[in-house]
């Protein structure tokens, strides 16, 4: 038989678990309730998704979020290359537009790296495209100690001096972007992972 005291424990526990329910509900109809502009329209699945995520990679905080709206309804210069990137690389693109907003990355030197990614991968024709665009947002528009290396067993203090000797001093300008991929699509991952149909593209098209 259930005493009064269980009876009052299960009841508060119920409660509890309703409260938490209604808090997680809460918070992601908040997480998804935010106006883009038409033309970054689909950023917005990504955006959601990575507020919502749980891993702490790449993971964004509501207020950047909301910077980061509020950051596309008042840019007003013309931005053709970031606009059309994003069909193609939209987690990229996000990462782009993030280093204009918070990480210093000049507004023409992301449109000549958007143009530059879009070509890349119209040459390469990858068939894991999603898997390109995942790890290319991951170091796009950062210096090498703003790269999160979490869970890949090594350190950006050992990613930049592998890199150095190329020239790599940076993700934030075409220059580097193009030596970076000029060694990578040499690597024997490349071509496993992405699956290019044209894996010569590099040869061709730098």
């Known amino acids: 038989m259930i005493t009064r005291i269980q009876l009052k424990v299960f009841k508060e526990k119920l409660t509890l678990l309703f409260y938490i329910f209604l808090l997680l509900?809460?918070?992601?109809?908040?997480?998804?309730d935010f106006s883009?502009?038409?033309?970054?329209?689909?950023?917005?699945?990504?955006?959601?998704?990575?507020?919502?995520?749980?891993?702490?990679?790449?993971?964004?905080?509501?207020?950047?979020?909301?910077s980061f709206v509020?950051?596309?309804?008042?840019?007003?210069?013309?931005?053709?290359?970031?606009?059309?990137?994003?069909?193609?690389?939209?987690?990229?693109?996000?990462?782009l537009l993030m280093a204009i907003h918070e990480r210093g990355l000049i507004l023409e030197e992301a449109e000549k790296m958007?143009?530059?990614?879009?070509?890349?991968?119209?040459?390469?024709q990858f068939q894991n495209i999603k898997a390109f665009d995942e790890n290319t947002s991951h170091i796009i528009g950062r210096e090498w100690q703003e790269i999160d290396y979490r869970g890949e067993n090594?350190?950006?203090?050992?990613?930049?001096?592998?890199?150095?000797?190329?020239?790599?001093?940076?993700?934030?300008?075409l220059d580097c972007l193009m030596k970076f991929f000029l060694v990578e699509s040499r690597l024997p991952y490349f071509k496993k992972i992405y699956r290019p149909k044209n894996p010569n593209a590099a040869i061709e098209f730098h």
Do not use: C
Not at 25 to 32: E, F, G, I
Not at 39 to 63: H, N
Not at 154 to 173: C, D, E, R, V
């Open 114 to 124: 958007a143009d530059y990614l879009h070509r890349l991968a119209n040459k390469f």
């Open 25 to 32: 509900n809460v918070t992601k109809t908040y997480a998804t």
């Open 36 to 66: 883009l502009p038409q033309q970054w329209i689909t950023l917005k699945p990504v955006l959601v998704s990575r507020s919502l995520q749980k891993d702490l990679k790449m993971k964004l905080s509501q207020q950047q979020v909301d």
């Open 70 to 95: 509020n950051f596309l309804n008042n840019l007003k210069m013309p931005i053709p290359n970031l606009i059309n990137l994003q069909n193609t690389l939209p987690k990229t693109t996000i990462e």
């Open 154 to 173: 090594m350190t950006w203090q050992k990613q930049q001096q592998k890199y150095l000797p190329y020239g790599i001093l940076n993700f934030k300008s």
